[in-house]
């Protein structure tokens, strides 16, 4: 299979990975949620080419993750911003810090650090299970089938 048949198949996380598997799309997504909204500030920020940039920028207005929206009309100028759709992939982004703070800082630590505006404390994003509020630990889950999975039929060469 290719990369790019990647979002073809009946699995939620390689349908996610179509979007954002690619070494670019979460950064901007970071740099979206830390208040960047305009393409030069995102260009200057996390220094990719012009071309790149434009390209995930259009996959993400595509898929409904970021949108455009004019800023200026004279020369035309857009912003974007998160959709519903893309405030969803904060926990992933919350996620995906924990696990660089914990595993991959240098000994200064982190260069991050998250305070919760409504209590005022520093805080770290927590995986709980939504009816009981237990954190989440892998050993403590198990994946059953789900009614929108569906199974190709065999081949006649793998029968």
């Not at 790149?52 to 898929?63: G, I, K, P, Q």
């Not at 982190?110 to 509020?133: D, F, I, N, W, Y």
Request: charged share 30%; hydrophobic share 40%; with cysteine.
């Amino acid at each position: 299979m290719k990369w790019d048949d990647i979002g073809t198949l009946n699995c939620s996380v390689a349908r996610a990975l179509a979007v954002l598997g690619d070494r670019w799309t979460m950064l901007i997504l970071r740099n979206a949620f830390l208040g960047c909204r305009r393409f030069d500030a995102f260009q200057a920020q996390l220094g990719l080419t012009r071309h790149v940039l434009a390209e995930r920028l259009a996959r993400l207005v595509d898929e409904g993750v970021l949108e455009k929206r004019a800023y200026q009309a004279r020369p035309p100028r857009h912003e974007y911003r998160l959709t519903d759709k893309g405030r969803d992939l904060y926990p992933a982004l919350l996620a995906l810090l924990a696990w660089g703070d914990r595993w991959k800082s240098d000994a200064a630590g982190p260069p991050l650090q998250l305070r919760h505006r409504h209590c005022g404390k520093l805080m770290r994003a927590v995986t709980v299970c939504s009816e009981c509020g237990e954190p989440l630990d892998p050993r403590d889950v198990q994946p059953e089938i789900a009614p929108g999975r569906h199974v190709e039929p065999e081949s006649p060469e793998q029968a």
